[in-house]
């Protein structure tokens, strides 16, 4: 009886199923719209055929990233991927092709994840694969842990020859807390150096999973690819989604293009969404009507159309004012539904002053700004001004090369002129009667600004962030090692040998202490061999002290910092021999003096020297000599004038971030 009833339901569910799936064709041909897309294989036929998303239920659905410690060869891994599936043709050309921005391509690392859908046959039946390449540098985490919240697997690749590294444990983390289904890879099999034994024993160390259970491949030449593609669909599962359900999505990407305006990548959680649908976005409490809906395969393909499991993007001529979208959930206008979780906003760890190089550009800036926020939801933005730099806004960035990343972005797609000021992080003060300030809204006030520093008398604890650091290195090095945990004020919590001879510590540190070339300095003593990586670990009391510099008695503002009170001092001195350097010569006698607390600590002194640009000139052309003359007065834009004297407006940063 229970299993008649059992198949009944089976037959029901099935003609439900079809009878769902027929509606929504025939609400698509009403609408005189095609719901496929050319599919060509690269498998030996070379043939292509048209399909349609409508025949791709959750179960021929697999949603997967590839995570890894930076150069373990995610993009490349991409790469062959695309090719198998005939989504590029097969060639030796094609590297790291998700690296689509210009700045990756130049310093060819991924700082922005990035999906492909792929369709893969499997024992007769075609599987729709969606898959992610991430970015493996900490600075660019976010992008990570965002990515596994449209995905229900992951790939973890490690390269035979480094072995496990500090990013490889720390992206593994991620997918397990996720809740994510792992497949261990070993890439770089081709190598010499290879030794997959010891690495899998290294994974093996870390996760349960059988010697039979790693890949092993070289993404390189394209060995094993298709092994790992079938793992793929037969060990993750498959998204738990129901197309019969109201239409839900989660908003996991967003970006703007010069044509079509905002565009969002979504997992669609249940139902279905099409093209002329109005949607509603849960948080922003805005609706739109979408224009263009499809899968990016990986340039956009329209397929009108986007089931339950399904990861495509959305086009809803969304305006840029409607603030932040990533983490969003969005759905049928007429159908509210509860929002889904979303993600834990990320949090800065450096915070910079920026600014246009001339003012008149601030408005230009101020929407190039909002538009790259559209693709890097991890910046946090805020209003600011300086009396040097006029008006402009504080960022917040996970980290040195998010910020360096940023402001080239800003640069090479934007066509933006900035300033960037040295970066600090965000320290914490306890006021002391606070209530009877009206400008403190509570004790404890976070300065992002070091000049901004409240008044020292009525501070009466400092506190600073801290990081917990994962480091991974060969004990060869241990003492090295160990000596620069203890100069760089850490705490080691942990150690973890990974195999014979590679250890892996946990460090508590300041941040304050590896923002600045701890990890050059932690390369150079272990030649090479350490990776680091780090996450927040809240804050703790401490003596700060402030830092401030004046160049002929008047106060540069920007180069304010605030550092431990046992370095102050020799901090003070290091920064002005240093500007002493950086400072051009002027046409005065220019004094630089640096102060403690406010108290003077030391003087420097750049003697003078008289720059005429039409010096060289005789003769008397007059257009040649206007012509050097307006060149000068252009580059006068890029200097700060200090009193009588005039400064290139990034010599401060180049002096607070150099070694
Ligand atoms: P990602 O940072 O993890 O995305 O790494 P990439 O895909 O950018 O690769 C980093 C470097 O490793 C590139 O120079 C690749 O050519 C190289 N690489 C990737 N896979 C292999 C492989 O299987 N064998 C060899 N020999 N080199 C590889
Ligand atoms: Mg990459």
């Known amino acids: 009886m229970f299993k008649h009833c059992q198949k009944l339901l089976k037959t ?69 991927m695309l090719e198998i599936t005939g989504v590029i043709p097969e060639n030796q050309k094609n590297e790291q092709v998700l690296d689509k921005l210009q700045v990756e391509r130049e310093r060819g690392i991924t700082v922005k994840a990035q999906s492909a859908s792929l369709f893969y046959d499997v024992e ?140 969002c990548n979504v997992a669609v959680k249940d139902g279905v969404v099409m093209k002329g649908d109005k949607v509603t976005f849960h948080h922003a409490q805005k609706s739109f009507d979408i224009q263009e809906v499809g899968i990016l395969h990986p340039e956009q393909t329209p397929t009108n159309i986007l089931l339950a499991g399904q990861a495509g993007y959305v086009i809803a001529n969304v305006k840029s004012s409607t603030g932040t979208l990533v983490g969003d959930t969005m759905y049928h206008k007429s159908t509210p539904v509860d929002p889904l979780p979303g993600f834990r906003p990320a949090k800065p760890m450096v915070f910079a002053g920026i600014y246009p190089i001339d003012q008149s550009q601030y408005i230009k800036l101020r929407e190039s700004i909002t538009k790259l926020t559209f693709n890097d939801s991890s910046v946090s933005v805020a209003q600011d001004s300086s009396a040097a730099l006029g008006v402009g806004w504080r960022l917040g960035f996970l980290g040195l090369l998010h910020m360096d990343v940023f402001k080239m972005r800003l640069e090479q797609e934007f066509d933006a002129s900035v300033i960037i000021t040295a970066p600090n992080i965000p320290y914490k003060v306890r006021i002391i009667g606070a209530k009877n300030i009206k400008k403190y809204k509570g004790e404890e006030v976070v300065v992002l600004n070091p000049c901004k520093l409240p008044d020292q008398t009525i501070i009466s604890q400092y506190f600073e962030p801290m990081v917990r650091a994962t480091i991974v290195y060969p004990d060869v090095y241990i003492g090295e090692v160990q000596a620069l945990i203890s100069d760089r004020r850490g705490r080691t919590e942990d150690q973890t040998y990974l195999d014979n001879s590679r250890v892996m510590l946990k460090v508590i540190f300041p941040l304050n202490e590896i923002l600045i070339n701890f990890f050059d300095e932690l390369k150079s003593v272990t030649k090479g061999y350490a990776s680091f990586d780090y996450e927040d670990y809240g804050y703790e009391e401490t003596n700060l002290s402030k830092v401030s510099f004046n160049i002929n008695n008047v106060d540069v503002e920007e180069m304010t910092l605030l550092c431990h009170s046992s370095n102050a001092q020799k901090m003070c001195r290091k920064i002005c021999a240093r500007l002493q350097e950086a400072v051009p010569r002027q046409q005065y006698k220019v004094q630089i003096k640096g102060q403690v607390n406010n108290k003077h600590i030391c003087t420097e002194v750049v003697n003078p020297y008289r720059k005429d640009v039409t010096a060289k000139l005789y003769g008397g052309d007059v257009t040649r000599r206007n012509k050097l003359l307006a060149k000068q007065a252009e580059g006068k834009k890029k200097l700060r004038s200090l009193g009588n004297i005039q400064v290139p407006k990034d010599v401060f940063i180049k002096v607070l971030t150099q070694k």
């Open 12 to 80: 029901s569910n099935a003609l439900f199923n079809l009878n769902f799936l027929q509606v929504q064709s025939q609400r698509l041909h009403s609408k005189g719209v095609t719901v496929g897309i050319w599919r060509s294989y690269s498998t030996k036929s070379r043939k292509s055929e048209n399909i349609s998303l409508i025949d791709f239920p959750p179960e021929r659905i697999r949603n997967f990233c590839i995570i890894a410690h930076i150069d373990h060869g995610k993009s490349t891994l991409a790469d062959r």
């Open 124 to 263: 007769g039946l075609t599987y729709l694969l969606n898959l992610v390449d991430t970015p493996g540098h900490v600075d660019f985490s976010y992008e990570v842990s965002r990515s596994l919240s449209a995905c229900q697997g992951v790939i973890l690749l490690v390269d035979a020859n480094q072995g496990v590294q500090a990013q490889t444990v720390a992206n593994m983390y991620l997918a397990i807390e996720a809740g994510l289904e792992l497949i261990p890879v070993l890439n770089k099999i081709d190598l010499k150096g290879a030794n997959p034994e010891v690495v899998s024993k290294q994974i093996q160390n870390l996760y349960p999973v059988t010697d039979e259970e790693i890949l092993k491949i070289s993404a390189k030449l394209g060995i094993g690819v298709a092994e790992v593609l079938e793992a793929v669909i037969k060990r993750i599962p498959p998204p738990p989604a129901d197309q019969k359900k109201p239409f839900k999505a989660l908003v996991y990407d967003s970006w703007f293009d010069k044509f079509k305006g905002i565009i």
